[in-house]
């Protein structure tokens, strides 16, 4: 994700902040203002919405370490305005290993809240009057931003079991559905919820707050991507990478130039290409890296070709296919047989076009 501010690494995943989250920042400090408040009293905003970003740290972290002992790596986690994102490479396919993983996040948040109720006076909150209570929390004292900080972790744990995707509760709603039905239907209806979800959030940031309208829009879209993903992995359940191998490919040598390549993308439909050496594998050439260096004719193969890229191999399931372009974020894959010999790729495109193909022919059959 561009724009981003790296923090450091915690049990080798990667912290970073996006930019955007600069901007929820001075909106708070805004609101301040608007409603009178003194610079103290935006400091103490911010402290408080610091440390709730840093039980979000804590809530993926929750997801990710639990993950990891079911060997599903995390490579980072990115704080967002509207929460953080922890990137696993992939969510387990088990349901049982799903629930738990799902439910490691709010049980995070469970034990800060119960850490910050034992701490916080809360009886000399609870028990006022709503005139007392009001000008209690108005007070910029630090018992008041432990108080703050505990009803926001409530929330948290209320909000993120929401039985809709892409919450956690979506989550642990398809882990439940898949105990008795296939993962593919299980995600529909979760999905199918998160969408409904986001309407109501839509409309109502449409009256109300138009901070809920960016939620709404990313539950929307996160949910029907996820939908996506699990049916195209389920049509392709029980086929292999052969069955969509690209067979037909033009392979190209280090010591090219740009303009090699420029006559064969001109000459058919090939975008990306594998590199070879003496029979070996050494690299990949993407489109994107080809378009970046357009200018340069002469340019070698070798200095822009991408170095650190994975294979697979044609017996391997094409479901492993969409775990790896999630995991290394490549489209375009070299394939070999059992001998480590390059006989074809597979793309994204291609995959597309295999599951256009099976879809169509079930849909007749």
Same mark, same amino acid.
């Given at each position: 994700?561009?724009?981003?501010?790296?923090?450091?690494?915690?049990?080798?995943?990667?912290?970073?902040?996006?930019?955007?989250?600069?901007?929820?920042?001075?909106?708070?400090? +805004?609101?301040?203002?608007?409603?009178?408040?003194?610079?103290?009293?935006?400091?103490?905003?911010?402290?408080?919405?610091?440390?709730?970003?840093?039980?979000?740290?804590?809530?993926?972290?929750?997801?990710?370490?639990? &993950?990891?002992?079911?060997?599903?790596?995390? =490579?980072?986690?990115?704080?967002? !305005?509207?929460?953080?994102?922890? $990137?696993?490479?992939?969510?387990?396919?088990?349901?049982?290993?799903?629930?738990?993983?799902?439910?490691?996040? !709010?049980?995070? *948040?469970?034990?800060?809240?119960?850490?910050?109720?034992?701490?916080?006076? /809360?009886? $000399?909150?609870?028990?006022?009057?709503?005139?007392?209570?009001?000008?209690?929390?108005?007070?910029?004292?630090?018992?008041?931003?432990?108080?703050?900080?505990?009803?926001?972790?409530?929330?948290?744990?209320?909000?993120?079991?929401?039985?809709? +995707?892409? /919450?956690?509760?979506?989550?642990?709603?398809?882990?439940?559905? &898949?105990?008795? /039905?296939?993962?593919?239907?299980?995600?529909?209806?979760?999905?199918?919820?998160?969408?409904?979800?986001?309407?109501? %959030? %839509?409309?109502?940031?449409?009256?109300?707050?138009?901070?809920?309208?960016?939620?709404?829009?990313?539950?929307?879209?996160?949910?029907?991507?996820?939908?996506?993903?699990?049916?195209?992995?389920?049509?392709?359940?029980?086929?292999?990478?052969?069955?969509?191998?690209?067979? *037909?490919?033009?392979?190209?040598?280090?010591?090219?130039?740009?303009?090699?390549?420029?006559?064969?993308?001109?000459?058919?439909?090939?975008?990306?290409?594998?590199?070879?050496?003496?029979?070996?594998?050494?690299?990949?050439?993407?489109? =994107?890296?080809?378009?970046?260096?357009?200018?340069?004719?002469?340019?070698?193969?070798?200095?822009?070709?991408?170095?650190?890229?994975?294979? /697979?191999?044609?017996?391997?399931?094409?479901?492993? %296919?969409?775990?790896?372009?999630?995991?290394?974020?490549?489209?375009?894959? !070299?394939?070999?047989?059992?001998?480590?010999?390059?006989?074809? &790729?597979?793309?994204?495109? *291609?995959?597309?076009?295999?599951?256009?193909?099976?879809?169509? %022919?079930?849909?007749?059959?």
């Amino acid at each position: 994700m561009k724009g981003v501010l790296k923090l450091g690494k915690i049990a080798g995943i990667r912290l970073e902040v996006h930019w955007t989250f600069t901007l929820l920042l001075i909106w708070i400090v +805004f609101l301040d203002i608007q409603r009178g408040g003194t610079t103290y009293s935006a400091l103490m905003n911010i402290v408080l919405i610091l440390l709730l970003f840093f039980c979000v740290i804590l809530h993926e972290l929750g997801h990710a370490l639990t &993950a990891k002992r079911f060997n599903i790596n995390t =490579k980072k986690i990115t704080l967002l !305005p509207i929460g953080g994102v922890a $990137s696993l490479e992939k969510m387990p396919e088990k349901p049982g290993q799903e629930l738990i993983v799902a439910l490691a996040g !709010p049980a995070v *948040n469970v034990i800060i809240a119960i850490l910050l109720f034992l701490i916080v006076p /809360m009886k $000399s909150y609870f028990g006022l009057d709503a005139d007392s209570l009001g000008q209690l929390l108005e007070a910029p004292r630090l018992e008041t931003l432990l108080f703050y900080l505990f009803i926001a972790n409530v929330m948290l744990v209320v909000f993120n079991l929401i039985p809709a +995707f892409p /919450m956690d509760g979506g989550r642990v709603l398809r882990a439940l559905l &898949a105990f008795t /039905m296939d993962r593919a239907r299980a995600t529909e209806i979760a999905a199918g919820l998160g969408q409904a979800l986001a309407v109501i %959030f %839509f409309m109502l940031g449409l009256f109300f707050n138009p901070f809920l309208i960016l939620i709404a829009l990313f539950i929307f879209l996160a949910a029907y991507s996820e939908n996506q993903m699990v049916k195209q992995k389920s049509l392709v359940e029980g086929h292999f990478v052969r069955e969509a191998l690209l067979t *037909n490919i033009t392979v190209l040598h280090p010591d090219h130039s740009l303009e090699d390549v420029f006559a064969i993308i001109l000459s058919g439909t090939e975008k990306d290409f594998v590199v070879t050496e003496n029979e070996d594998i050494v690299g990949v050439l993407n489109h =994107k890296e080809i378009i970046k260096n357009a200018k340069n004719g002469s340019i070698k193969v070798r200095s822009i070709m991408n170095t650190k890229f994975s294979c /697979m191999n044609a017996t391997d399931e094409l479901k492993e %296919f969409f775990h790896l372009i999630n995991k290394e974020k490549q489209r375009f894959f !070299p394939v070999t047989d059992n001998t480590n010999k390059l006989i074809g &790729a597979i793309d994204a495109y *291609n995959v597309s076009e295999f599951l256009m193909l099976k879809t169509n %022919f079930i849909a007749k059959t």
